[in-house]
């Protein structure tokens, strides 16, 4: 990104004064993500840049970033800032309806939110952080995975490492994992979304795959889109490797925040009983008429299960997959139950 021509980057023995404007002014630079042409390309889509996601995900003013100064930097022969690229993942802690979460997503209007040769990376950082004070794990998916000008660079193929697969599987033992696939996502972050307790989609969004239409296209010589390749309708109707859809971004945010409250925060605590107001001794009339005594007529076990659980709330899962199975959460006197 560009940098002021005319401004002179702390050097040794130089007042401490100046490196913290500097800092300052490159916590500024990383604000703007990847320009103005780019943000404005991203609402173009009708998509939310990272950072507005994750203020709409979380409360006012919690968000508490981890490296936020992290980026490519360039100096001059005067050892003078000449260009700064923030790091294409922003994460931190934060807190959704007053209770603590790790949170993380994908910057898309910097390199497809694709890794660049500085990249903060999730597994180093939230993840870690997730695991030691037991937060749930959120993470907002839209990226293209790995670099191949890095692969070009460095001469070889880049794979992920073992390592990484192991603490993200340590990670879904210890603590509640959701993901939001918020656009197309392909490579390396799309294996990572689907290593999660929730998944949710946009309806004409989100799109996930191991290798987008191009790649497809030379390799099999199948010529898709990426709805048809890796939309909501392939994965949350016909694979079911994604749990939910949603109608916008908002709906999105709203069903992990719905998902995320019927659960503890580690496997060795228990989900807190919240107030709900519905009397544990209510007894509905229609419970005694909803289940017809001839075993051969259906019923709607939809309404009979909004019947039983407190105000009728049931966050339901899965719903366009294994028809015949009804799976959600909801509560009973205040209590969270599966």
Do not use: C
Not at 75 to 83: Q, R, S, V
Not at 258 to 264: A, D, K, N, R
């Amino acid at each position: 990104m560009p940098i002021d021509p005319n401004r002179e980057t702390w050097k040794p023995g130089m007042g401490w004064e100046q490196a913290v404007d500097d800092m300052g002014y490159i916590r500024g630079l990383a604000q703007e993500l990847g320009g103005p042409e780019r943000i404005k390309r991203q609402h173009s889509g009708g998509r939310y840049t990272v950072r507005e996601r994750i203020d709409k995900m979380v409360d006012p003013g919690s968000f508490m970033e981890a490296g936020p100064l992290v980026g490519a930097v360039e100096y001059d022969e005067d050892g003078n800032l000449t260009e700064f690229t923030p790091g294409a993942y922003i994460m931190g802690l934060a807190e959704i309806d007053g209770r603590p979460v790790a949170i993380g997503g994908d910057d898309f209007t910097i390199s497809g939110g694709s890794p660049h040769n500085v990249h903060k990376n999730s597994r180093q950082f939230t993840q870690p952080m997730a695991i030691q004070y037991g937060l749930p794990y959120i993470q907002l998916v839209e990226g293209v995975g790995h670099s191949s000008k890095s692969d070009e660079a460095a001469g070889h193929m880049g794979l992920p490492s073992g390592e990484q697969w192991w603490q993200h599987m340590e990670l879904l033992r210890r603590v509640p994992v959701a993901a939001g696939i918020m656009g197309s996502v392909a490579g390396a972050p799309a294996a990572y979304a689907l290593m999660s307790h929730f998944t949710v989609m946009i309806k004409g969004q989100s799109q996930i795959f191991p290798s987008g239409p191009p790649v497809v296209r030379r390799a099999i010589g199948e010529t898709l889109d990426k709805e048809e390749l890796g939309g909501y309708q392939m994965h949350v109707h016909d694979s079911g490797q994604v749990d939910n859809e949603a109608e916008n971004e908002e709906d999105a945010f709203n069903q992990i925040k719905q998902f995320i409250s019927y659960l503890p925060n580690t496997t060795s605590d228990v989900a807190p009983r919240v107030e709900t107001g519905d009397p544990p001794d209510r007894r509905p009339e229609e419970l005694l008429n909803i289940i017809p005594a001839n075993r051969r007529r259906s019923y709607d076990a939809r309404k009979l299960i909004q019947l039983v659980v407190d105000n009728g709330e049931f966050f339901e899962m899965r719903r366009h997959w294994a028809g015949a199975l009804i799976t959600g959460f909801a509560r009973l006197d205040g209590y969270s139950v599966g």
